[in-house]
């Protein structure tokens, strides 16, 4: 079964201080990893799709690395407009299974 | 209009009535998706559409209906819900089952 676990649950930074949120997963034939941001009371709003171990993208503050058991999201000098719930999902058959997410606070 | 829209954006029932979600997608994709989220819980996938067939059900309630007339709608259709149903309920597509979604903006569904 496919399973997507992402950590910390919470985290609350101060504007300019830069960290990672991890997605460790397991599935059955990857077809990709996604990452979401979800501002409360709307849809998740796409950032990217990793495909292969070793495969990078980036956007703005925003840098997305991938292995073969985990994925991080690295937030780069971030500001509060970044404050957000973050998700991750993996593709490997009907449909993507969704880690519960990380909840990020960056105080200004 | 392009992506993925839903309507209504809030909707507020009561237990007896009957109501229909709508989702629309202009992406030229051949899967849709319903998932809930509850405050501080993760998504919950409820129904698989591909090519206008369910292909998955999670053992939603029978008080949630699916409905995909066509690969661009896809309908929820609501009858007898609880107070519990209270959630955001999404809509989502893809090129094809098991690829990356977009989603849509929710609708906001509070049981009274």
């Known amino acids: 079964e496919d399973q997507v676990t992402q950590s910390p649950e919470a985290l609350r930074l101060q504007e300019g201080e830069s960290s990672s949120l991890n997605c460790s997963y397991t599935v059955s034939g990857l077809r990709g990893l996604f990452w979401y941001r979800q501002d409360p009371g709307k849809g998740p709003e796409f950032l990217f799709t990793?495909?292969?171990a070793g495969e990078e993208k980036e956007k703005e503050r925003l840098k997305a690395t991938l292995t073969k058991k985990e994925s991080f999201l690295h937030i780069t000098a971030p500001k509060p407009e970044d404050s957000a719930t973050y998700l991750c999902?993996?593709?490997?058959?009907?449909?993507?299974?969704f880690g519960k997410g990380t909840k990020l606070t960056v105080n200004p | 209009e392009t992506g993925v829209t839903q309507t209504p954006r809030h909707l507020v029932m009561g237990m007896t009535n009957k109501k229909s979600l709508k989702c629309e997608q202009h992406?030229?994709?051949?899967?849709m998706y319903w998932y809930k989220q509850s405050a501080k819980k993760p998504l919950e996938l409820m129904f698989v559409?591909?090519?206008?067939?369910?292909?998955e059900n999670n053992s939603v309630p029978s008080r949630f209906s699916p409905e995909c007339p066509n690969s661009s709608h896809l309908f929820l259709h609501l009858h007898t819900l609880q107070p519990e149903d209270s959630a955001l309920y999404l809509c989502a597509s893809s090129q094809a089952a098991g690829y990356g979604y977009t989603f849509g903006s929710g609708t906001r569904l509070t049981v009274v």
């Open positions: 559409y591909s090519l206008e067939e369910r292909v």
């Open positions: 999902a993996v593709g490997g058959s009907e449909k993507l299974v």
């Open positions: 990793l495909y292969s």
């Open positions: 992406l030229g994709h051949n899967a």
